[in-house]
């Protein structure tokens, strides 16, 4: 396709293009085959970027993302200690074990405002000259927070170029819900979210559902489109046999987050021990970025059968979810991951759907993701808590080869139908093309 019916995006994100979480694989998919020059972001992420989609990129700084009083402060001597002590230790040649203070800034953080951003954004003259050296058409953006709303509307106006949002969860909803001032900054991020949906000239959304009750909350449109995938390359390496293994193998595969699946996967791992200990051959795999591991490998890895692996390189997901007898896509059932994750789509749905292997979909039934495989088949559905639920889900699906069989080829055809690349970018580019009046 010509370069000339792609219009110029510059995307701001808290993610970077990444192979490794939600936010920045979502973004490589959609982008995929965006011309290079005709694409650039805008990011707050600290973990490598992939470079495959887009090579320009400008990571926000101290100058653009500042912390607010009384944080900035503690901040400020946190920085003056930390460089008195390196000056001492390099006097005395001694390397002194302390305690770093990025803790104590998240605890005040937390206490004054509960989740959220606590900074202030600014367009530094630095960020200013590379924007308008990039001349972007149509300003893209995830948001997230305050700040990032922010540095949307600033970023546009600067370079006079509409705005397209994509909302991957509702934050809005549950930012700033908590702490001693953060009634303050909720009443902010609800008058200024408004402000920017009405002012987009294009809205996206994650899910149907998602695009279904924004459009009745904001009264405004959305569209929806989710993450993407190439639905032939993957059917090289899917699986093709459904006679079940020894162990029987359960994958999880991604990001724990605590307000989103953290107690969900803590359930599957229980039933997982449940059933071992009754003897049936069975062992799970969390294959997830180490952070995950450090922090919850003490209560996640509660027996034997249960072991973190590291996340698997891009060229072997598939290989990965093809060799696994069993993925599981669980969610909390707290009503306050419920409220943040409502209306999401997990990133791994369209990967899940095009292995082959059968996914056991455990979680509430009011969330979009429990709904869209049930309602569609793709999965097979626990919508109530308890393990005990999950060691009955999990005997089932591992004594019936047609019932894996008949969930995996069903979940290829509603993959292939909803989320099959060519379709979607094609798509996705023309809304693009559109709300930057090409």
Request: charged share 25%.
């Amino acid at each position: 396709m010509e370069s000339k019916s792609f219009p110029s995006v510059l995307v701001i994100s808290p993610n970077s293009f990444n192979p490794y979480f939600g936010g920045g694989v979502t973004l490589t998919n959609l982008y995929k085959g965006w011309p290079k020059e005709k694409i650039a972001i805008l990011h707050s992420d600290t973990i490598p970027s992939d470079h495959s989609v887009c090579e320009n990129e400008y990571r926000l700084a101290s100058a653009e993302l500042e912390w607010k009083w009384p944080v900035s402060m503690l901040k400020r001597w946190q920085n003056s200690r930390k460089q008195g002590r390196d000056e001492q230790s390099t006097s005395s040649g001694e390397i002194e074990q302390v305690v770093v203070g990025p803790s104590r800034i998240e605890k005040i953080q937390r206490f004054l405002i509960g989740d959220g951003l606590f900074h202030k954004a600014k367009i530094s003259s630095r960020l200013e000259q590379w924007v308008l050296n990039f001349k972007p058409q149509l300003v893209y953006s995830l948001l997230g927070s305050i700040p990032f709303i922010r540095l949307t509307k600033g970023v546009a106006a600067l370079a006079g170029a509409p705005i397209t949002i994509h909302m991957m969860d509702d934050w809005m909803e549950t930012s700033y819900r908590r702490g001693v001032i953060a009634p303050y900054f909720r009443r902010q991020i609800l008058s200024e979210g408004q402000d920017i949906v009405s002012l987009a000239s294009l809205r996206m959304a994650i899910s149907p559902s998602m695009a279904e009750a924004y459009g009745k909350r904001w009264g405004h449109p959305f569209v929806d489109f989710m993450n993407t995938i190439d639905v032939a390359s993957w059917e090289r390496d899917s699986r093709k046999k459904w006679d079940k293994a020894a162990p029987f193998r359960v994958v999880y595969s991604g990001a724990i987050i605590a307000n989103s699946a953290l107690e969900g996967i803590r359930d599957v791992c229980r039933a997982v021990a449940e059933l071992h200990a009754s003897g049936m051959k069975i062992e799970m795999a969390l294959c997830c970025p180490d952070s995950f591991k450090n922090r919850y490998a003490s209560e996640l890895e509660n027996h034997p059968s249960v072991k973190f692996h590291p996340p698997p390189e891009h060229e072997t997901v598939a290989s990965l979810f093809a060799g696994a007898d069993l993925l599981v896509l669980p969610v909390n059932f707290d009503d306050d991951s419920i409220r943040y994750i409502r209306y999401s789509m997990p990133t791994k749905v369209p990967a899940y759907m095009c292995s082959g292997t059968p996914v056991l979909v455990y979680g509430p039934g009011e969330v979009a993701s429990v709904q869209y495989a049930e309602r569609e088949g793709w999965g097979y559905v626990v919508s109530e808590q308890g393990v005990d639920k999950l060691v009955d889900a999990i005997k089932v699906l591992a004594a019936d080869d047609e019932l894996r069989k008949r969930l995996a080829l069903r979940a290829k055809e509603v993959a292939l139908k909803n989320h099959d690349a060519g379709h979607v970018r094609a798509a996705f580019r023309r809304e693009l093309a559109a709300a930057a009046g090409m």
